[in-house]
């Protein structure tokens, strides 16, 4: 088998049976990075709150991106030394397809070589991509897979797009004090549950980001000071405006393989195979998954498992839980509201919501207006849960564990039945009984 790709997908396919070397966009530009550059803005959130806790702290300097680079470096380290173990051979060159059992495969000297497979597998993922209509942009600008190796401040910065990428990095920026504002053409976090979108951009607004809703970016020029003048377009009024800043992040979406398909991503079936049987495509080059690391991880291994003969299952792609990173966290699994609807008719759901405070709010008197909890379930019989929607403290780690129930049937009286711990914020999902269609208030009073 060759596997063609170093990331998580190609990683995990290639163990079980890039510019960035091994660990691809999850490792090098991507989650590990992006986690650790929020959990740094969290600190500095830790360490405003510490001094209403009574504690008196200096002010200081890290050398916050030298660590996280250092930590990255040691995780692709870290790959090829299991790729070693497990027999698995390395080569760092570009690889493109022959025909269905050749792979030619190119490194940076041009030096050129053929190797011949049963099978083959296309675990290329994609790479953020610049708007080539807008002069100027990839000339000054820079994208998220940059970010993270500057090695310097990117100061004022403005990011441009809206998609989860897009909040992540404009969230960690203004953490860690920078002046960042978000340009968005139409609506934030496409793909999720709108209302849930909404906390988190006012939370962000509230908390210091700037947002230039309904606009889109004409051009980028470099002025004599250094400084980048953009100019844009409000959709609204067709009017233009300008603002300098010292750095414009792209995060736009992402380019992918050259295909024709007009998206370039591979059209696949159940079980990764694409129209050639014995050639296959998983992550996020592949048509219709999820763009996460842990679905193409998953899904390397069971397909390495189904083409030795070990195992016949396919991944199952549905209710996958996942978290936007962005200064108030949101974590959700299953079903958007406006989804749920679509398929089942607003009549035949029942939405379960309250507002809450984090206990660890209250002391630092912050602001705890956007913290919300919604559980979309069918009304009808035992009201299996369709979606389950939280923005608050650690959201990723309440859905990993509550996307669990997913895969078992999940019912509003699973979650009643359940004891929760106290005190916690995930508690709040076990003691929802409030539901939308009553209008009565869903704020939390007591315990």
């Known amino acids: 088998m060759v596997v063609v790709g170093g990331g998580s997908g190609g990683l995990a396919c290639s163990k079980e049976g890039t510019k960035w070397g091994l660990g691809g966009t999850c490792v090098n530009v991507g989650c590990v990075p992006k986690k650790l550059m929020h959990q740094a803005a969290l600190l500095g959130t830790a360490l405003r709150d510490a001094r209403k806790y009574g504690w008196q702290i200096p002010e200081s300097q890290t050398a916050m991106a030298k660590a996280v680079q250092n930590h990255m470096k040691s995780l692709n380290w870290g790959h090829r030394v299991q790729l070693q173990d497990k027999k698995v051979k390395y080569l760092n060159m570009k690889g493109s397809l022959v025909d269905e059992h050749t792979v030619r495969a190119v490194d940076a000297k041009g030096k050129e070589m053929k190797m011949s497979a049963r099978n083959i597998v296309f675990a290329a993922g994609g790479r953020p991509k610049y708007p080539t209509h807008v002069p100027g942009a990839e000339e000054f600008g820079i994208t998220s897979d940059d970010v993270f190796w500057l090695n310097e401040s990117p100061k004022k910065t403005l990011v441009v797009g809206a998609s989860y990428v897009a909040l992540e990095c404009a969230g960690f920026l203004a953490g860690i004090g920078l002046d960042t504002t978000v340009m968005v053409r ?140 962005t200064p108030l966290e949101y974590g959700c699994v299953g079903l958007s509201e406006e989804e749920a609807e679509r398929r089942h008719g607003k009549d035949q759901i029942e939405v379960y919501h309250a507002f809450y405070k984090p206990l660890e709010f209250t002391v630092a008197e912050r602001d705890a207006t956007q913290c919300y909890i919604k559980v979309v379930c069918l ?42 711990t106290h005190p916690t914020c995930a508690e709040e999902l076990v003691k929802l009984n409030i539901t939308k269609r009553s209008g009565l208030d869903a704020t939390v009073t007591g315990c």
């Open 186 to 325: 139409r609506i934030a976090l496409r793909g999720f549950d709108q209302q849930m979108s909404g906390l988190v951009t006012v939370y962000m607004e509230a908390h210091g980001i700037k947002f230039s809703w309904k606009c889109t970016p004409k051009r980028v020029k470099k002025l004599p000071s250094g400084l980048l003048q953009v100019t844009w377009m409000d959709l609204n009024t067709t009017e233009e405006h300008q603002d300098t800043f010292n750095s414009v992040l792209w995060a736009v979406g992402e380019a992918l393989m050259h295909l024709k398909h007009i998206n370039g991503k591979i059209i696949v079936a159940a079980d990764e195979a694409t129209s050639v049987p014995n050639i296959f495509a998983i992550g996020d080059i592949a048509e219709g998954r999820p763009e996460l690391t842990p679905t193409a991880i998953k899904a390397g291994r069971l397909l390495a498992r189904r083409l030795v003969g070990r195992s016949t299952e396919l991944m199952n792609y549905e209710n996958v839980a996942t978290t936007v990173f």
């Open 379 to 420: 009304q009808e019989g035992e009201q299996r849960v369709l979606g389950l929607h939280f923005t608050g403290p650690n959201a990723g780690e309440v859905t990993q564990g509550f996307s669990l129930g997913f895969q078992c049937g999940l019912t509003y009286e699973h979650l009643r039945n359940t004891v929760r």
